[in-house]
């Protein structure tokens, strides 16, 4: 679906058609959301209450807005929809009723839900509480009281049960300070300057920062603002100085640098560009509603929904392979988060604001998060990436936080196995046991360095093998420095970046395919290009090893469905060695011209340059 995006009106269209199709799978009183039959850790029936309640981060900011200038079809239907959910709530929260959402216990997923409905009821007092009879009133209130009685992680969660007493405190019932002050009090250790925060793992630090903690604590802040006025303060003061880091992961045309967990979220990640303008930040609307709206029209470009209309659990496309333990059927619809811009009125700066372009720094020391990124004029961001690590892995979690860079064209993979093409092992050095084709990547790091210039990190893929890399980004190329000592003879296999090995809808003349063809791939001594119509991928092994093209299992790369990976391999005896490559990646028109700027790279007894455009990069040995 190709749409372009203007006005309010347009984002309310988009969301009526991306909810529509729903209809038919909720159960007879409303109150479950049944969307398809692959399982999650938490278990079916609060499944499917999750895919009830997260349709409601896009419905209750609508609900919530001045809709008057709708059509008069658009405005029936959104009278239908709040019907429809004031029902389920009220047979959800009764526990003699057979759709029951059942009682809340320690660290239940409903408690996760609990938030899209309590935010709803908080800015509709007048459409979701209000109407309700006293009865109906008793018994949400009293299991929503349940928030404050159980025990939850120590991590973003502890917003779910900020924002339950946020709304008691709005409809004047009775709430726990405790538990509020507690909760806030978690949240200001996770705080490490700067805007930026933790979420409950300090080696980690991915798109919760945004999407969950500081989207919160926006809603927070406008909420909240006439009654705590200074947290509220604290509160967008922090959300600001998180604005001019957070831009950097997105490019221009909106589309967001793929890394961490719960990618199958997608648009969720611009959700806090409209919650910066919900709060009133003092920020460029023309800046959050260019980088708002540009990424929901990528989303739409992409084939994630299915042919009835249903959001897949995946990336790009529908894929399991990349999924979470916690990715139910219905967990994309977190991605409503961004409609909550459908709670502004016509008439709001955000919506009277002309798109306007972020005047990007090329490179960008990113301190908190670990990342050097790089912005070049064709809409290429780069991540790269040091000292990253998922402690509880929830699925994959060295391939979304421990490869070298991380590339909003190229995404990244993730493995089916261990062997190379099973791997995928884009954009990483991989090591195995010479002659048995069982690779690792880093997973866990003993430390690291980033600077302005370089990532260093030092990690074991396996024992008996200790590595310390070196990246140099160069924007389309970049140079990997590794030292690995090891103590067995080992295999190790540097990964260049992932591209599909197809375009098949987008034939060129005199082409007998859309695969790529024979001819496209460029193999001359220690270097490989795969030099595609569709973009470029190449790697060279500057000290040696076996340069080829892997072809990596189908549904491994979040972006494409069928890739390759030009690879260099080398072997490696007991002892001391240097593996040295350039990498080069791009899809712009002038790909095949900066394939020609490569950095020169000069290897010496101690020390190696890296020397591209003038500067010189020294690494010692």
């Not at 209809?23 to 969307?35: D, E, N, T």
């Not at 709304?167 to 009775?174: A, C, D, I, V, Y």
């Not at 538990?179 to 925060?197: A, C, H, I, N």
């Amino acid at each position: 679906m190709d749409i372009t995006l203007r006005t309010r009106k347009d984002a309310v269209k988009l969301f009526l058609d991306t909810i529509s199709p729903l209809k038919p799978f909720y159960s007879p009183c409303h109150a479950f959301l049944h969307l398809g039959n692959t399982g999650v850790h938490y278990g079916e029936k609060s499944a499917r209450m999750e895919g009830f309640a997260r349709i409601l981060w896009g419905l209750g900011p609508l609900w919530s807005a001045d809709n008057k200038n709708l059509p008069k079809e658009e405005q029936e239907e959104i009278r239908e929809w709040l019907e429809l959910y004031r029902e389920g709530i009220i047979h959800g929260t009764t526990p003699e009723d057979e759709e029951y959402w059942g009682d809340i216990f320690d660290y239940d997923q409903k408690m996760v839900e609990v938030a899209a409905v309590v935010f709803a009821i908080a800015i509709n007092r007048d459409k979701l509480w209000d109407p309700l009879e006293e009865r109906e009133k008793k018994n949400l209130y009293n299991w929503l009281r349940q928030m404050n009685e159980h025990d939850m992680p120590k991590n973003n969660w502890r917003y779910f049960r900020i924002l339950t007493n946020m709304m008691f405190r709005l409809l004047g019932l009775e709430c726990s300070k405790e538990r509020l002050e507690e909760d806030f009090g978690l949240m200001e250790s996770f705080y490490t300057g700067d805007g930026w925060y933790c979420d409950g793992n300090p080696g980690q630090v991915d798109y919760y920062v945004a999407f969950a903690i500081h989207y919160y604590g926006l809603l927070y802040a406008k909420l909240m603002d006439g009654m705590e006025p200074e947290r509220c303060r604290l509160l967008r003061e922090r959300s600001t100085q998180f604005y001019n880091d957070y831009v950097y992961w997105f490019a221009n045309n909106g589309e967001e640098i793929p890394f961490g967990r719960s990618l199958t979220y997608r648009y969720a990640h611009c959700g806090p560009f409209g919650a910066m303008a919900f709060a009133d930040l003092d920020v460029d609307y023309g800046i959050l509603k260019n980088l708002t709206l540009r990424n929901l029209e990528s989303w739409m470009r992409r084939p994630v929904f299915d042919h009835s209309g249903i959001l897949t659990i995946g990336y790009g496309y529908p894929s399991l392979s990349m999924s979470e333990s916690y990715n139910g059927c219905g967990s994309p619809y977190w991605c409503n988060k961004a409609f909550l811009i459908l709670g502004l009125n016509e008439d709001h700066p955000f919506w009277k604001a002309e798109p306007r372009n972020y005047p990007y720094e090329p490179k960008k020391l990113l301190i908190h998060p670990h990342m050097l990124i790089t912005h070049d004029q064709y809409g290429h961001a780069q991540a790269y990436v040091a000292g990253q690590h998922l402690k509880h892995n929830h699925g994959g979690g060295p391939e979304k936080y421990e490869k070298f860079v991380y590339s909003n064209q190229f995404g990244f993979s993730v493995s089916k196995g261990t062997g190379l093409a099973e791997g995928a092992f884009d954009n990483t050095l991989a090591v195995s046991l010479k002659g048995e084709n069982r690779y690792f990547m880093r997973w866990g790091q003993h430390d690291f360095s980033i600077n302005h210039q370089t990532l260093t990190s030092r990690y074991s893929p396996i024992p008996g093998v200790t590595i310390e890399s070196t990246v140099i980004p160069c924007f389309s190329w970049h140079v990997r420095i590794h030292k690995i000592s090891n103590s067995i003879p080992v295999e190790a296999a540097d990964g260049g970046f992932a591209i599909p090995q197809e375009n098949c809808f987008q034939l060129e003349k005199g082409r007998k395919s859309g695969k790529f063809e024979a001819e496209d791939v460029k193999a001359e001594g220690n270097s490989l290009f795969a030099v595609f119509p569709w973009g470029i991928s190449g790697i060279i092994g500057e000290t040696g090893g076996m340069p080829e093209l892997v072809s990596a299992f189908p549904n491994t790369n979040l972006l494409y469905n069928l890739t390759v990976i030009p690879t260099v391999r080398a072997v490696y005896e007991e002892g001391t060695h240097v593996m040295v490559t350039s990498v080069f990646a791009d899809k712009s028109p002038e790909a095949e011209i900066l394939m020609k700027e490569k950095p020169q790279v000069e290897i010496l007894e101690k020390q190696i340059h890296v020397i591209y455009k003038g500067e010189c990069v020294k690494v010692l040995l």
